[in-house]
Every structure is written in structure tokens, then in C-alpha cells.
């Protein structure tokens, strides 16, 4: 039903995720999909209302993505030349969420029973 490559552009756009991390985020993208698919009432679903199912299912995988970036060892170099590890990410994980909820609130209605459960990580 959801357009994989639609999906991942809007998931690329969003995240800010470099062209060689997009085969890593393709599983986040697939799985996020599928998610979304499997919350969609086929019957209420309209030809119309894809994009913003696209759309929140590019949502979706950002949150799992920031999530899963949050969790990892960031290395990076300071201004002044020294090693940052572990730089905190954690505060663009509530943003993501955000994101997240306000998208799939947006396909509320196409949904059984007209609601969703919101998952966090």
C-alpha cells in the first residue's frame, strides 16, 4: 500500500541521514511500514490519505532511528581538538516523538476504533 522509496525520501529529508547510513535505515524504514500498514483499516483507507500515511511512517522511523543513534557511542572532535565521547542525543529523541505522534495523529481516523497506541522506545 506505502511506497518504500517515498517513504525513505521523506525518512532521508527528516532525519538527516547521510547517503551511506541509508541502507542501514532501510530496516527501520521497512519495519516502520509496516507498523503503519498494519495500524491502517483497510476499509477506511482512501487513495487520498497515502501521502500522509507516508508520512508518518517516515516519522516513525525517525523516532527509531534517533533512538537507536542516542544509544550508540558518539565519537566526535571539539573545536578545540579534543575527543568527545558519548556526546548526549537523547534530547532529540523528545523532539522525534513529537514528530512522531503529531503524524500519526494526523491518521487517527483511518485506524480501527478512530485511535492509536503511541509507542515509545
Not at 35 to 47: C, K
Not at 48 to 64: I, L, M, R, S
Request: with cysteine.
Amino acid at each position: 500500500m506505502l511506497d518504500f522509496d517515498r517513504v525513505l525520501l521523506y525518512f532521508q529529508q527528516l532525519s538527516g541521514c547521510r547517503a551511506e547510513k541509508t541502507d542501514e535505515a532501510a530496516v527501520l524504514v521497512m519495519s516502520a511500514m509496516k507498523s503503519v500498514e498494519d495500524s491502517i483499516d483497510e476499509e477506511r483507507m482512501r487513495y487520498d490519505a497515502v501521502p500522509a500515511c507516508e508520512y508518518a511512517a517516515a516519522c516513525t522511523a525517525v523516532y527509531d532511528y534517533v533512538c537507536r543513534e542516542a544509544g550508540r557511542e558518539q565519537n566526535a572532535v571539539t573545536a578545540s581538538g579534543s575527543a568527545d565521547i558519548n556526546r548526549d542525543l537523547s534530547h532529540r529523541i523528545k523532539a522525534a516523538e513529537k514528530l512522531k505522534d503529531q503524524a500519526m495523529a494526523r491518521i487517527e481516523w483511518l485506524m480501527p476504533e478512530g485511535g492509536f497506541i503511541f509507542r515509545t522506545m
